[in-house]
């Protein structure tokens, strides 16, 4: 039974990338960070066929000691400090798990058993204010925050030690992916679930930022297989996974919206508060080196992951289909 280490299970990508090792019969261990309140809502459903063991990407021994003790055949670096506007507040934070972190897990990596493989969670992010479009694998980062800042050095110290080191080390350039798992701080679930409360009554106005900037937005499940196809494929190389697609956030919310039969003109407050003090405008993935050389593809649409996710917060809020549909509802 091969035996896979996830850094940030608990998160939306290592929730799924769990669920779906355990359908390909691997030995799941989950490195949990200390805190004085569980978190573990996403792995609820998996926690007795998984292994949880406490670890920190800003405590170099403790990786050491979880590399020595559990022996993983692959290691799945999905900790971070992902949500963007915070890496504004905690620069240094971010640089210290988001960067350093990567270096950590891949010198306990190096100084334990170079025959693991490590998968590295890079990002769009990375392109930043974009030198071309589509973006593939090789056009030039330019990154517009500290976060993305922090995945351009986690990206080449990954590719630096796989030089340096000879390590079987790769690099995912992951674009938007998106599900019901998604965290309420992030844009599309921030709107989905600000549809389903307004549907449910609890609210009546959603507010946010820039409506204009684009994003390649996929489905959570599909990108997690795709980082599990990385690491079997038979040499280390860095990958963009994406849709090839670009939607706008007003998009989005136009959807969500209409989904359940609501004008969005009639909620949505555009509030300052919610700009960035950079922007990234534009992104839009090639996708086709993963097509040709893994076989990987995305499995939803657009408009189905948006309605997915209005559904399932639709469900989470216990709202019944009637009240989801009728017009005549005094909102
Ligand atoms: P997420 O939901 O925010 O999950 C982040 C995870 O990292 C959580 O489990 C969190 O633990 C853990 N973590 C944070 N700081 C840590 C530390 N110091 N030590 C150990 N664990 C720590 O993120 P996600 O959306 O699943 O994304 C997974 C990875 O892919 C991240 O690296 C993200 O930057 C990258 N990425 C995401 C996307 C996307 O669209 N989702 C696209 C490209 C790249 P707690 O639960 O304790 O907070
Ligand atoms: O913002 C705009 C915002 O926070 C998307 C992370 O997973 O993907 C994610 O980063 C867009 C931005 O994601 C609000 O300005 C408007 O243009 O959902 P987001 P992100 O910043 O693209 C990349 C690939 C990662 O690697 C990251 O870890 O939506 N926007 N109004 C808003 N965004 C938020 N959060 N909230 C708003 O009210």
Redesign the pocket.
């Known amino acids: 039974m091969p035996k896979a280490l996830i850094t940030g299970i608990t998160g939306q990508d290592g929730s799924y990338l769990a669920d779906f090792l355990l359908e390909q019969n691997y030995d799941v261990v989950g490195v949990i960070r200390r805190s004085s309140t569980g978190n573990y809502s996403r792995i609820q459903h998996i926690q007795d066929r998984i292994q949880m063991v406490q670890g920190d990407l800003i405590d170099l021994a403790s990786l050491i000691g979880l590399l020595e003790e559990h022996r993983p055949d692959e290691v799945y670096n999905l900790a971070?400090q992902?949500?963007?506007?915070i890496s504004w507040s905690q620069p240094i934070l971010t640089g210290e798990v988001t960067a350093l972190g990567v270096t950590r897990m891949l010198d306990a990596i190096r100084i334990v058993d170079k025959d693991i493989r490590f998968y590295q969670a890079s990002?769009?992010?990375m392109f930043g204010k974009v030198r071309e479009a589509p973006q593939r694998e090789e056009t030039p980062f330019y990154p517009r925050?500290p976060?993305g800042v922090a995945?351009v050095y986690g990206h080449w110290i990954t590719v630096n030690y796989r030089e340096s080191y000879d390590l079987f080390a790769v690099s995912g350039m992951?674009?938007?992916?998106?599900s019901p798992r998604r965290g309420l701080?992030?844009?599309?679930?921030?709107v989905t679930h600000g549809v389903a409360r307004i549907v449910a009554g609890l609210s009546n106005e959603l507010?946010?930022?820039?409506?204009d900037?684009r994003?390649d937005w996929g489905y959570a499940p599909d990108y997690v297989k795709g980082m599990w196809m990385m690491l079997q494929h038979d040499q280390p190389d860095d990958f963009v996974l994406a849709t090839g697609e670009t939607h706008t956030?007003g998009e989005f919310v136009r959807i969500a919206f209409g989904h359940v039969g609501l004008d969005w003109e009639n909620h949505v407050v555009v509030?300052p508060r919610?700009?960035?003090p950079a922007?990234?405008?534009l992104?839009v993935g090639d996708p086709s080196k993963a097509k040709r050389i893994l076989g990987w593809e995305h499995s939803v649409s657009f408009e189905e992951l948006v309605q997915l996710m209005v559904d399932a917060d639709l469900a989470m809020l216990e709202v019944t289909e009637p009240q989801r549909t009728s017009p005549n509802i005094n909102w």
């Open positions: 971070a992902s949500f963007v506007p990002s769009s992010e925050s976060y995945k992951l674009f938007n992916h998106e701080e992030f844009l599309p679930r921030k507010r946010l930022g820039n409506l900037s994003r956030v509030d919610y700009y960035r922007e990234v405008d992104l």
